[in-house]
């Protein structure tokens, strides 16, 4: 395929829909879109009907640990080759398949436990909760990975635009999908019917199918060769990567609970608590590289294999773009969605508080909203592919700012449901169009021989901020009012702008701000 630019025919733009890596891309991100909220507000409504205490809902939240922290294991994705299955599908495709039946095997388990029995069975539930968000977060990391090295940087944003557009199909899958299927079954609040969710859960791993199948008819992409370690040796890295997780899982849960009794009384507010949980963070993270270290120094792993994995693919990142530039740019990573993830969060409790009932939500944010959400992922990796991302990147910066003032508007206007619609439908298209053209800049920032470790890295830190914040969004809704909370969302996005614009100045790219 010729690089599209410009001066390409848009017919020639619009072919390359039909390349066959953007189908695959669309099925992946299916796949990878279904698992997320058969975690989440799926199983939390599950839960709430089977009686279930919302407090201990909150137990939970264990298995989204996999997606904040998957660039632990990501440089294992990247490295080591799993038995049998990496000489019969190659690197990328074995790990693939290994994700996807965890999956399965998580899906068909949560359908066999009813968590209205409590006890045991409540922490099975749990367990297999966490086993499929780590499946789901380790089938993410291989799917970026593949993305980045089955095709060159001119379609990668037409790749980013179909793999959100799958994502989204399969969100909605697993959400309204599986809560149809669980009513229809006979499930409702007051009414529970274990069997109806056993069956829903049970559709919803066969569903997964649509992913494996595809694994298994897509191709192997080209990469560089890395170092092969023994059997042995893998396995000893394993240990120093479990014995890590170990340690943190341990501190950060123990910090969790002493937290609670120890700050109960405290009125640290939403900017307190913030740095209490940056600092519970960083003791875990401390405590699982200090035990990583001591089993490396115990001799559990050799130091170099060690070094190779975890330490080389950040090394090279600085090398590469030198400490100034890399500091900044890991600043504009992990600011770009801000505006968008920090009002998010609240979102539904402000159409709520609105007057909107639930049906009008689902119609206009969950199903209207999604489809204009794929339509401007696509808009935007159309644009970028023609214009450059780095241009697509900054107008992405201004819409996801900018649509956050509409919400004044509704603010003032109350329930008025054709507003609704008209604001819906700018934060979904500008959401939909700043991700695709993000997605592909993050792209042009990873090393080929680190593709699954950097990646990974960096789609970490695109939420980890954004979502600590919007954890206070609520406390800020408080002392804001709603018309300050949104113009405060929309100052965020400023810093963002003018970090795009330095970054299109600065980076060696093929398409700076032209």
């Keep these: 395929m010729n690089p599209i630019t410009e001066k390409t025919p848009w017919s020639q733009t619009l072919l390359a829909l039909l390349d066959r890596r953007v189908l695959v891309l669309a099925l992946l991100g299916f796949s990878a879109g279904l698992p997320i909220l058969l975690i989440f507000s799926s199983l939390s409504l599950w839960l709430l009907e089977a009686g279930v205490e919302r407090k201990a809902v909150t137990f939970f939240s264990w298995a989204a640990l996999g997606y904040s922290f998957k660039f632990v294991w990501a440089p294992l994705v990247d490295r080591m080759p799993l038995p049998k299955l990496t000489a019969w599908l190659g690197q990328r495709r074995s790990w693939l398949l290994l994700a996807q039946l965890g999956i399965v095997v998580a899906l068909l388990g949560m359908s066999r436990v009813d968590p209205a029995s409590g006890g045991h069975s409540l922490v099975g539930m749990a367990l297999l909760a966490v086993l499929l968000g780590f499946s789901s977060a380790t089938q993410d990391v291989v799917i970026d990975a593949y993305r980045i090295e089955s095709a060159p940087a001119d379609i990668q944003a037409l790749l980013s635009s179909a793999y959100i557009a799958g994502y989204r199909v399969g969100m909605i899958a697993a959400g309204a999908g599986a809560l149809y299927l669980a009513s229809y079954w006979g499930s409702a609040q007051g009414a529970y019917v274990f069997d109806a969710w056993q069956q829903t859960y049970a559709t919803m791993a066969a569903v997964m199918g649509v992913g494996i199948l595809t694994n298994l008819w897509m191709r192997e992409p080209v990469r560089p060769e890395g170092a092969v370690w023994s059997a042995a040796g893998n396995a000893r890295l394993f240990a120093v990567f479990a014995g890590g997780v170990g340690a943190f899982v341990a501190v950060f849960f123990w910090l969790g609970e002493a937290s609670q009794t120890l700050l109960a009384g405290a009125a640290m507010g939403p900017l307190g608590g913030l740095l209490w949980e940056a600092l519970r963070l960083l003791l875990a993270l401390a405590a699982a590289v200090v035990v990583g270290r001591a089993l490396v120094s115990a001799g559990v792993a050799q130091a170099e294999v060690a070094r190779q994995t975890w330490v080389v693919p950040v090394q090279d990142f600085f090398a590469r773009y030198g400490a100034h530039t890399a500091w900044l740019l890991l600043a504009l990573i992990g600011l ?134 919007g954890g206070y969004s609520g406390g800020m809704v408080d002392a804001l009012g709603y018309p300050g909370f949104f113009v405060v969302t929309t100052a965020m996005g400023l810093p963002v702008i003018a970090l795009v614009l330095w970054a299109g100045r600065h980076l060696q790219l093929r398409d700076p701000l032209r």
């Design 336 to 469: 770009y969605r801000i505006s968008d993830i920090v009002l998010g969060v609240i979102s539904n409790v402000f159409y709520a508080d609105m007057g909107f009932s639930k049906i009008e939500i689902a119609n206009a944010v969950k199903t209207y909203g999604v489809i204009i959400g794929i339509v401007g992922g696509f808009l935007g990796g159309i644009l970028a592919t023609r214009w450059g991302v780095m241009r697509c990147l900054f107008w992405g910066a201004v819409m996801a700012a900018l649509t956050n003032l509409a919400f004044v508007a509704l603010t003032q206007a109350g329930h008025n449901l054709p507003l609704l619609y008209a604001v819906v439908s700018a934060d979904n298209l500008a959401a939909g169009f700043a991700s695709a053209a993000f997605v592909a800049f993050l792209s042009s920032l990873v090393n080929v021989s680190f593709t699954a470790t950097q990646y990974a890295l960096f789609s970490s830190l695109m939420t980890l901020l954004p979502k600590s914040l």
